[in-house]
């Protein structure tokens, strides 16, 4: 030791704050003996216990998504002043993680199969084949329950797992915030997609009518407004049912979230605009004040989430993701409009919802769970070890050891025995026009396959992008992901009929 002792500090994973003597640092994970805080002349060192932020919000948790082993819990039961800390759950295996996604990816599976039906019946009514615009809001307006519901599933889910949620008064909180901010991005985001199928439909053809402009105005607000509103309630019931019965809410709510999202939303959004078009020739001030009414509620929602402070940031700074997810999600819409008009591809119609929710909820489920792994270790930009990857390699993202990459190759594994259980389903029922033969189920595997592989990959990097940006992947990533899923997901299908009508596979009936 030098005769004048020079300390530092430096941060622990517990969070305590231990002074170092230069030329005697511990290695990582070694206890410090009483002699290693005596200073030269034998009297004691003082030692500053400060509490981290991410151990304030639980950071034991973090054994849930660690590797067995990576962390000593008999380490942290070296301090005794820390107060109780919420419960963690157990550590996952590719088994488990694979068992709790399954019957939610399947139900919510069901539920696309059920608005790829739904779809394929309501594309040849009057509003659908006089006002097609109305087909570009079928994936943007889709991809809302991706844009909002799954990011409330997400944000909810990262609150319960660091102890947000456990107490009534922040219970209470967390919901009404929420709710009030979801309607606020509901509204807003439908009314702005309605103007951009306005806009995508006019472009092509050069015509524009303002009483369809208004049509699709307020439909899109008021499928919006409900279908968030009934959405979220179910998603708050879920992430507290899960997460009493001891299940992880980053595998469970955001299919759940997408279950009845999309048949709830197509049905009403086909529902609204039938019934506001039978309106036009009697009645057409009908449209203009639905759509008034929805908007004038604005203001209340937005006083109730800027009160309170787990939503306020999210109310000036959530816009971005949405917005740009509902233009990515607009052009899909407009693939799908300019793909089902021609009688030779409406089967195309019944496969697109599916595709596109699948792809969208397992990324999903990743984008979540790794948030959580994230927020469990700090906060957004503070921890050097979760650093933005600046390109992951393929390797890295589904074959290395840790979990994130193990839950990546379980849902990349879900993907074929899914769409086969979907593809039957929806023959057994005698949807669409197409035949399943061996030549389309290949296209349509293959498609699927790279929709759900590509998206995995860019979940890994983006959401590592976003933290080491100072943003909460929470509420920035998934929109993103999900409206890419829209888009890559339509995009790959509409590559895949075009081709099969091109080759003549006359056995798969396309276009009959």
């Known amino acids: 030791m030098t005769s004048k002792l020079e300390q530092k500090e430096t941060p622990q994973a517990n969070g305590a704050m231990l002074p170092i003597v230069p030329g005697d640092c511990l290695e990582r994970g070694q206890r410090a003996e009483p ?44 301090s005794t002043d820390r107060g109780p800390e919420p419960a963690s759950p157990l550590k996952e295996t590719s088994f488990s993680i694979g068992l709790q996604v399954l019957f939610p ?59 947000q949620m456990d107490t009534p008064k922040e219970l209470w909180k967390m919901i009404t915030g929420n709710m009030a901010l979801i309607q606020v991005q509901a509204t807003v985001v439908g009314f702005l997609a309605s103007i951009a199928a306005v806009v995508f439909g006019w472009i ?15 439909s899109s607000v008021a499928t919006a407004f409900i279908a968030s509103l009934v959405l979220g309630m179910i998603m708050i019931g879920v992430i507290i049912g899960s997460r009493k019965m001891g299940i992880n809410p980053d595998n469970v709510a955001t299919p759940i979230a997408a279950s009845l999202g999309d048949l709830i939303t197509l049905a009403l ?53 949405v917005i740009i997810a509902m233009a990515i999600s607009s052009v899909g819409g407009l ?60 390797c890295s993202t589904f074959f290395s050891s840790d979990v994130n990459s193990r839950s990546a190759r379980v849902l990349f594994l879900l993907v074929v025995p899914g769409h086969l259980v979907f593809l039957y ?7 669409g026009h197409t035949t399943l033969t061996l030549i389309f189920i290949v296209f349509y595997m ?51 009929f075009h081709i099969l009508w091109l080759i003549g596979d006359r056995d798969s009936d396309v276009g009959d």
């Open 204 to 218: 092509p053809d050069g015509h524009f009518s303002i009483d369809h402009a208004v049509l699709l105005c307020a």
């Open 335 to 394: 693939i799908l409009d300019r793909t089902v008009s021609d009688p030779n591809f409406a089967g195309m119609a019944v496969f697109t919802p599916v595709i596109n929710g699948v792809g969208g909820n397992l990324v999903a489920v990743q984008a979540s769970r790794i948030s959580t792994y994230l927020h469990m270790a700090g906060v957004p930009g503070d921890s050097p070890e979760t650093a933005p990857r600046k390109c992951p390699s393929p």
């Open 425 to 431: 389903t929806i023959s057994s029922m005698q949807g």
């Open 105 to 163: 990816f399947l139900l919510a599976g069901f539920g696309t199969v059920a608005a790829g039906m739904v779809l394929d019946i309501v594309q040849h009514w009057d509003v659908f084949k006089y006002v097609t615009e109305v087909f570009i809001l079928v994936p943007a307006l889709l991809g809302l329950k991706g844009n909002l519901e799954m990011t409330l599933a997400s944000r909810l889910s990262t609150a319960a797992n660091i102890g």
């Open 269 to 321: 959004l086909s529902g609204i605009s039938w019934g506001l078009y039978k309106e036009l020739e009697s009645k057409a001030y009908v449209n203009p004040l639905v759509c008034a009414f929805f908007i004038s509620l604005l203001p209340i929602w937005i006083v109730i989430a800027k009160r309170n402070s787990a939503t306020r940031e999210v109310l000036y700074s959530g816009w971005e993701p």
């Open 446 to 496: 293959t498609a699927a396959l790279l929709q759900v592989l590509i998206l995995l990959y860019i979940a890994d990097w983006m959401v590592h992008w976003m933290w080491g940006r100072d943003l909460d992947p929470d509420n920035f990533s998934i929109p993103y992901l999900t409206a890419l899923g829209d888009l890559i997901g339509t995009g790959l299908l509409a590559l895949s």
């Open 35 to 78: 002699a290693d805080f005596l200073g030269p002349d034998g009297t004691g060192v003082e030692v500053v216990v400060l509490e981290s932020r991410a151990n304030a919000k639980g950071v034991r948790e973090e054994d849930a998504l660690l590797e067995n082993g990576s962390q000593s819990n008999e380490s942290d039961d070296t």
